[in-house]
């Protein structure tokens, strides 16, 4: 079902709005045949970091909030091809924010189609500056609703609770074995964000373009994630313990020592995978070249999808899992 939802942009400022309107226009994820799926409304996609920048300049409005970003989803099984996808999100933009200068980027790389919209905080038509409320939030699915129904689309009606129920649904087993499911696709992107983050910050920004909220404290022994669709998610319920809080702090603490760049390529089993045989060794010589914290000990991996396959058998029959750091492996109780 289509949905509209809006993406918590902490950081404000001219890099932070150019960093964003590039990662939606990646090629890899807008390349639909011969076509790249970005248009722009009020602006030329190829130039409208200038254009906004311009914009600010202009009316003399550079301080303060720079961007929104919001992401528009579609169900898998709405009949929507990219290019209408792209067109419908062009639609939205003219609607509303007809004074304002928007990039639509139409991603395709994942199981749904969904568009990114970047708006300028600044009106290129009067200098007025664009302010988001709750209400502004509601009013703006409503027209997603309206303007998607028109075009023959599902809509979600009502806003999804999160499950309290322990054992898996029926047929949410089949739906993680055929990557069929809300959760798989948070796996995905998951995987996705983790090609080019090295830092933990860079994680969570990543993971907020693409429309989910990250929530990763010291305090708190997992991390938590909340989906464009409103559920939330544990590190320990995705079914790989790859994803666990530890083992993710393990992972952007040997990209550091390695100075890892985007695209890095990762080995085969698991982020750390073999790499990790030799992770302590080189946290041990990095240690005597200079005074840095000793690296934490990697996992033991198993093979990836038999780990999940099995992981799932067991969620499937309602037993829960967690990770024995004695044992190095899954364990029931």
């Known amino acids: 079902m289509a949905t509209f939802t809006a993406i918590n942009c902490k950081h404000q400022s001219g890099g932070a709005m ?3 309107l590039d990662y939606v226009s990646q090629e890899k994820k807008t390349r639909w045949g011969d076509a790249k ?3 722009g409304h009020n602006c030329v996609p ?3 970091y200038t254009e906004m920048l311009t914009t600010k300049q202009r009316f003399r409005k550079t301080d303060g909030r720079q961007f929104y970003h919001f992401v528009q989803s579609f169900a898998e099984d709405d009949p929507i091809t990219p290019a209408e996808a792209n067109a419908i999100g062009l639609e939205l933009a003219q609607r509303e924010f007809p004074g304002f200068e928007v990039v639509i980027a139409t991603h395709i790389d994942t199981n749904h189609i969904h568009n990114h919209l970047v708006v300028n ?6 200098g007025k500056k664009l302010h988001q409320s709750a209400d502004d939030l509601l009013a703006h699915r409503q027209a997603n609703d309206e303007i998607c129904m028109a075009h023959g689309l599902s809509v979600l009606e009502q806003p999804e609770k999160q499950s309290k129920m322990k054992r898996m649904k029926p047929g949410e087993y089949q739906a993680g074995l055929y990557a069929d499911s809300w959760k798989l696709d948070l796996v995905q992107t998951i995987n996705d964000v983790l090609e080019y983050a090295g830092r933990k910050d860079e994680f969570i920004d990543g993971m907020e373009r693409e429309g989910y909220q990250v929530t990763w404290t010291d305090t708190r022994k997992h991390i938590t994630f909340t989906c464009p669709n409103g559920r939330r998610c544990r590190d320990s319920s995705l079914h790989d313990e790859t994803f666990l809080k530890e083992n993710m702090e393990a992972l952007f603490a040997y990209r550091e020592v390695v100075g890892f760049q985007g695209e890095y390529s990762e080995p085969d ?3 750390l995978g073999e790499a990790s045989q030799g992770l302590l060794q080189l946290g041990k010589q990095l240690e005597q070249d200079a005074d840095l914290p000793p690296l934490p000990a990697p996992p033991v991996w198993t093979d990836s999808k038999l780990r999940r396959r099995e992981a799932l058998k067991k969620l499937a029959h309602g037993q829960k899992l967690s990770h024995d750091s004695h044992s190095q492996g899954m364990s029931m109780y």
């Open 18 to 20: 150019r960093g964003t």
């Open 37 to 39: 799926l970005v248009t």
């Open 46 to 48: 190829q130039s409208a």
């Open 121 to 126: 905080s600044v009106s290129c038509i009067n």
């Open 269 to 271: 089993i698991g982020w």
